[in-house]
């Protein structure tokens, strides 16, 4: 019986850990010492995920099959290439991007660019499509 009461304490800490809905992004990536994309997974289900990404240099061009995704800028500047435009990208900004639809990145600021990614449906990198 205590075996049972144990083990239901510790599988309800792991689900309220899953379950976290609230993270503040001020200092994700502060300290990453990646030379150009970190990427942080913050919240996801089978309808969304999201995540936090700090851009130093570029993400090259690439589209998402079956995804449209929202991208808030939380940090720096830059700029994004969006089908055939070209969008000057500063804190605030909000950009949809529509599945199947062409995209790239780049910071062109002193701090790099941060974005909150917001991706729909779930996003597992296998609808990702690199453009060369």
Do not use: W
Not at 79 to 90: A, N, P, V
């Amino acid at each position: 019986m205590r075996l049972v009461f144990i083990l239901i304490l510790v599988v309800g800490s792991i689900c309220i850990g899953l379950s976290q809905n609230h993270m503040n992004t001020d200092t994700i990536g502060l300290k990453t010492v990646s030379d150009n994309i970190y990427n942080k997974a913050m919240f996801g289900d089978s309808l969304a995920s999201s995540f936090v990404i700090v851009i130093k240099k570029e993400v090259k061009a690439h589209k998402h099959l079956t995804h449209s995704e929202h991208v808030v800028v939380l940090d720096g500047s830059g700029t994004m290439t969006l089908g055939s435009k070209s969008i000057e990208l500063k804190k605030g900004d909000v950009v949809f991007i529509p599945e199947n639809t062409v995209h790239s990145a780049k910071s062109t600021g002193k701090n790099p660019l941060k974005v909150l990614s917001v991706q729909a449906p779930l996003f597992d990198g296998k609808d990702r499509v690199f453009i060369e």
